[in-house]
């Protein structure tokens, strides 16, 4: 016999609710087995009590079940993820199911590894006939999502064309097609008149592309799903892995998860031990412990805490606190305060904000500092021949290593430094020179402190010197004094003379720079040898 909800007791349902009953109930009678199973219910003076929050049940406490008309199930299956959708009026029959078993006592109390439990092995295997009547997809365990549908029938199957569709079913039969649907993924709620449905689409299978359309959320639990969209709203779950291929996009990678993210003006929140390739501009990264690796010419704001960052050739970084490892070759442009740079070696890189470290490594780098924002001074680790590190306007640095080049390019300049060719710019005033065994090259009109500190050996080309106040220092190793008669540096030269020192060897060479020729001429200590030098800056001489 054909049954409606006047066959029942209903509880807590609204005049729409009844009408989706007597739907489902309509639909159901097509299938013998579904008719079958409903009647008994009905013979067992079952109550249905009406619910919107998806928690389908059946309560034999109160001989009860609880349903919801509007929650359809999508049908797992392993490596795939969603196969299929099956309608809400079959989660009415499954729960039938439990309430006609005849051993659900028992059934509810033995594990299944399958099912979870005999009573849901039970009431899926009699859904399943019904399913097969009615052409929905059939369930191998008790998994599943939640889909909302407006239609109590509607579900997916496959066409004549072998292609998975939406369909529902009116009250005498009628099929009408309500959209398309992609396998190892489920929309948020079912179609109506085309599409794959709306609200949040979750991809749960592996190796799938979709292209929800813009302004939509997409949840991604597979892995190697790729999407294609703009402005939509991601999310990759914990552990799993997705390339995304858009502009303007929001996304979050849970703990563990991983994505390639191609396109400009991205959004991303990354956690603890996720990690990212991010290729674009106008990128927007925010987390803490994460790993972030950059193509080329790309550029990114981050922040957060803690977070590795690879770089290549043409990279633009904002960021704090971070390990930024830079690509052998690459030049970079990095703004920021205590981060950590490493250089790989034959490598260009720009530094704003002050107080990061740099490392460098091989040969062949450039390291430009620019002022100190943050307050703090940078340090340049292995300075070495063949490296450069160059300090604009008001920068304080340290460099550490040794035989490599280090030029001042502007005022007020502070490096503290030993065993380095520093070259200084023309006319720079404000500069102090902190440490040994460097040799100085100064441009004209140079003024500034040189020394072990910033009270001693103070520097200048413009003013006329007293023997006190010329840079006055004794070399450890030959004891040479360099002076100056007191007359006006433009019209006096300044000599320098090396005096033989006991144990010294004859032979041994001493360099004498030429500042305006920036040449070298050498003394031997076999002699006692005045050399003339025409300069406006003195120099230490090592």
């Not at 099956?86 to 509810?108: T, V, Y």
């Not at 413009?462 to 540096?489: A, T």
Request: proline content about 3%; overall charge negative; glycine content about 12%.
């Amino acid at each position: 016999m054909a049954h409606t909800a006047a066959d029942y007791t209903i509880t807590n349902a609204t005049a729409a609710d009844i009408n989706a009953l007597n739907l489902a109930l309509s639909y159901l009678d097509r299938s013998p087995k579904g008719n079958a199973v409903m009647q008994q219910v009905a013979d067992k003076n079952v109550t249905i009590n009406i619910v919107h929050d998806g928690s389908d049940s059946y309560r034999s406490s109160t001989n009860t079940i609880n349903w919801d008309p509007n929650s359809a199930l999508t049908v797992l299956t392993s490596g795939v993820g969603s196969v299929g959708v099956q309608s809400a009026a079959l989660g009415l029959a499954h729960e039938g199911a439990h309430a006609i078993d005849p051993n659900l006592a028992s059934n509810s109390a033995t594990p299944d590894p399958q099912y979870g439990d005999l009573a849901e092995k039970y009431a899926v295997e009699q859904e399943n006939i019904i399913a097969s009547d009615l052409g929905e997809p059939q369930r191998f365990n008790h998994g599943g999502n939640l889909v909302e549908e407006n239609n109590s029938t509607e579900h997916t199957t496959v066409n004549n064309a072998g292609s998975m569709i939406w369909v529902q079913s009116d009250s005498v039969g009628n099929i009408t097609v309500q959209g398309t649907f992609e396998l190892g993924t489920y929309p948020a709620t079912a179609p109506v008149g085309g599409g794959t449905g709306t609200g949040t689409e979750t991809v749960d299978g592996s190796d799938i592309t979709v292209s929800p359309g813009p302004h939509r959320a997409v949840i991604i639990e597979g892995n190697n799903d790729t999407v294609i969209d703009d402005n939509a709203a991601i999310s990759v779950a914990p552990g799993s892995f997705a390339t995304i291929i858009g502009g303007a996009d929001t996304v979050n990678v849970g703990a563990g998860g991983s994505l390639t993210l191609t396109g400009n003006n991205n959004s991303l929140t990354l956690t603890a031990t996720s990690a990212a390739n991010l290729t674009g501009t106008d990128e927007t990264v925010s987390g803490s412990g994460a790993t972030v690796t950059l193509g080329t010419n790309s550029s990114a704001t981050f922040s957060g805490s803690g977070n590795t960052i690879n770089a290549a050739n043409g990279d633009v970084i904002t960021e704090n606190n971070a390990i930024i490892n830079v690509a052998q070759g690459a030049s970079v442009t990095i703004t920021g305060t205590g981060d950590t740079i490493v250089a790989a070696g034959n490598n260009a890189i720009s530094l704003f904000g002050g107080g990061d470290t740099v490392n460098l490594n091989g040969t062949g780098n450039y390291v430009g500092l620019n002022g100190n924002g943050s307050g703090a001074a940078y340090t340049v680790n292995g300075d070495v021949a063949g490296d450069t590190v160059l300090l604009n306007a008001n920068t304080t640095a340290t460099v550490t290593g040794a035989g490599g080049a280090v030029d001042l390019w502007g005022n007020g300049d502070v490096v503290t430094t030993s065993n380095q060719t520093i070259y200084t710019t023309d006319h720079a005033t404000g500069e102090a020179i902190i440490g040994s065994g460097d040799i100085i090259n100064s441009g004209t009109g140079f003024a500034g402190f040189v020394g072990s500190n910033l009270r001693t050996n103070y520097v200048t080309g413009s003013q006329r010197p007293s023997r006190h106040r010329i840079w006055r220092q004794r070399d450890s190793r030959c004891g040479r004094e360099q002076f100056s008669r007191k007359l006006p540096l433009h019209q006096q030269s300044h000599f320098s003379r090396c005096r033989r020192q006991p144990g010294q060897r004859d032979g041994d060479r001493v360099a004498v720079l030429n500042m305006s020729k920036r040449s070298e001429s050498y003394a031997t200590t076999s002699q006692t040898r005045y050399v003339r030098l025409q300069f406006r800056t003195t120099t230490r001489c090592y």
